[in-house]
Structures are given as C-alpha cells and as structure tokens.
C-alpha cells in the first residue's frame, strides 16, 4: 500500500483543515490506520487512531475534542479533521497503516507511511 496525504496548507489560529490519507495498491481496510506529526525540531508524535472499522478511536490529549479521525473503507481513505487549529499544531502531519485491526498509539505499530503533508498555523 502507498498512502498519499493531502489537504496540509497554512491557516490562521482558529481555522480549520481537513487531511486526507488514500491508500493505492493492496487495500488497508482490514487494518488500523493513524495520523502522526513532528513539529519542527521535535520527535514525531502520536495524533490520533482508528480501528479497522471505525469502531474504535484514540487521540492524543493535545488534540482531544478538536481533532476527529474517521475513515471511508470502501475507498481506502482516512480523514483527520482539525478544527480550532493553534499555533502549536504547526508540524508535518503523516498517515501510517497499522500492523493490525486496531487503533495505536505506538509508532512501532505500524508499517506503512505516507510522505507527509505540511500544516503551517499563524497565531
């Protein structure tokens, strides 16, 4: 599977975006799916998460009640919709496919990753 990730640009704080992660080739539907970021200068970070079939969904607490991950399987897609964007959610942002069915938060726990998309938020 390839992932592809669009939707990144550069908003005001407040703003809103939507990302988008589709997967080409062998289909991930079966699999967990996730979103990490690396803010400049810092290590990647855990986003959020979703199971195999939307059925579970784990965030991280800096982007909890903001940030919602959902996913079309039928079209191979993830989606992370980021409302009341802050400075500090300013980072590349990267879609990941999970070894397994179920959310992670571990990075470990995944094997595929897109080629990232950038997010640029202006206090």
């Known amino acids: 599977v390839q992932l592809q990730a669009s939707g990144g640009g550069s908003v005001q704080a407040g703003d809103s975006l939507r990302l988008s992660c589709t997967g080409s080739?062998?289909?991930?539907?079966?699999?967990?799916m996730g979103w990490f970021r690396q803010p400049p200068g810092k290590e990647r970070e855990f986003v959020a998460a979703?199971?195999?079939?939307?059925?579970?969904?784990r965030y991280a607490d800096s982007v909890k009640g903001r940030f919602t991950i959902s996913r079309d399987r039928a079209e191979n897609t993830v989606y992370l919709q980021m409302n009341s964007l802050k400075s500090e959610d300013t980072a590349v942002y990267y879609c990941?496919?999970?070894?397994?069915?179920?959310?992670?938060?571990?990075?470990?726990?995944?094997?595929?990753w897109g080629q990232g998309t950038q997010v640029t938020v202006s206090s």
């Open positions: 990941a496919v999970a070894r397994g069915a179920s959310s992670s938060s571990t990075p470990a726990s995944y094997t595929r």
């Open positions: 080739g062998r289909t991930s539907s079966n699999n967990g």
């Open positions: 979703i199971s195999w079939n939307g059925g579970d969904t």
